[in-house]
C-alpha cells in the first residue's frame, strides 16, 4: 500500500510540471548519470591494461634515495657470487645479470615488496616485455654463452618499458636466463655433497628473492614464471619452483624481470 501511495505521489509530481520542466529535470538526471559513469564510477584500469595502453609500468611510486652501491655480497661455494642492493635488486656477478627481486605486480616501499603479483598469459608478457626464440631443450647445465640465446641477435624488444631502480631497460628473461636461478650444478655429487648442495641453493633463494620465496611456498601449485622464449607454437618456457615446464600459451603465469649486468 505505502509503494502505491509513493508512486502516485511521483507521478501527481510530474503531471503537476509543464514540459519545459520536464525536459529540464531529463537533461538533468542525464547528465548526473554520464558524469557518475565516467568519473566516480568509472572502473580503474587492471595494471595489464594499463601497461598496454601506456606503454609503461612500474613498481609504486615510491622512489628510493638508496645508493646503488649499498649491497651486500653474498658468496656461494656452488653458486657463485651475488650482490643484494638495497634498491630492490640482485646482481649475478657470474652471469652478469641483475634481478628485481620480485614479480610484477608487487609494490616496492622503499625496503620490502608488498601485495600480490598478478599472472598474465606469456602471448601478453611477451608483447609487452620480450620475447625470444624457440627453443627445444634449455635443461642441459651451460653456461649462458653456450646457449642458443643471443639477447642482442634473437630477442624482440617489448613494447612496454619497465621503471625500476633507475632503469627503464628491465625485461623478460629467456629461458637460459631463468634457469640459473635454479641453481645446479654440472658435476656429479655424493649423498651428503648433495644434501648440502640442496641446503645451500635454499638458503641462498631465501635470501636472495624472499618474497618469491614466501610467494612460492603459500601458491605452490600454481606458482610459475614466464620466460621469453617458446617451447612449440602452443606453449612457452616455464620457471617452476626447480624445473623448466613447457607451459601452454593461454596459461596465467607471473612475471620476474631481468636486466643486463
Known amino acids: 500500500m505505502k509503494t502505491n501511495k509513493f508512486m502516485q505521489a511521483v507521478l501527481d509530481y510530474f503531471q503537476s510540471l509543464d514540459s519545459f520542466s520536464v525536459f529540464s529535470l531529463l537533461i538533468g538526471m542525464l547528465a548526473s548519470w554520464y558524469i557518475s559513469k565516467h568519473f566516480f564510477l568509472k572502473k580503474k584500469p587492471s595494471l595489464i591494461q594499463d601497461a598496454k595502453r601506456h606503454k609503461t609500468t612500474n613498481y609504486g611510486s615510491y622512489r628510493n634515495v638508496a645508493k646503488e652501491t649499498e649491497s651486500t655480497i653474498v658468496n656461494s661455494e656452488y653458486f657463485g657470487s651475488w650482490a643484494i642492493n638495497a634498491n630492490g635488486t640482485v646482481t649475478d656477478n657470474i652471469n652478469k645479470l641483475t634481478w628485481i627481486r620480485a614479480p610484477w605486480g608487487t609494490i616496492w616501499d622503499g625496503t620490502d615488496f608488498v601485495g600480490n603479483p598478478i599472472a598474465i598469459k606469456w602471448r601478453d608478457a611477451s608483447d609487452l616485455f620480450g620475447k625470444g626464440i624457440f627453443i ?90 614466464w ?10 618456457w616455464s620457471h617452476h619452483g626447480t624445473t623448466l615446464d613447457d607451459t601452454k600459451i593461454d596459461e596465467q603465469c607471473y612475471v620476474l624481470f631481468v636486466k643486463d649486468y
Not at 186 to 198: G, I
Not at 209 to 217: E, I, Q, R
Not at 227 to 236: L, P
Open 136 to 225: 627445444k631443450n634449455p635443461f642441459p647445465v651451460l653456461t649462458l654463452t653456450q646457449r642458443p640465446t643471443n639477447f642482442k641477435e634473437n630477442y624482440t624488444k617489448g613494447s612496454c618499458k619497465v621503471f625500476f631502480a633507475g632503469y627503464d631497460t628491465w625485461r623478460l628473461p629467456t629461458a637460459a636466463e631463468l634457469d640459473t636461478l635454479q641453481f645446479n650444478i654440472s658435476q656429479e655429487l655424493n649423498h651428503d655433497l648433495s644434501k648440502l648442495y640442496a641446503k645451500e641453493r635454499s638458503n641462498l633463494k631465501s635470501k636472495l628473492f624472499p618474497f618469491l620465496t614466501a610467494f612460492t611456498k603459500q601458491d605452490i601449485l600454481k606458482y610459475k614464471l
Open 227 to 236: 620466460t621469453a622464449d617458446m617451447a612449440d607454437v602452443h606453449s612457452a
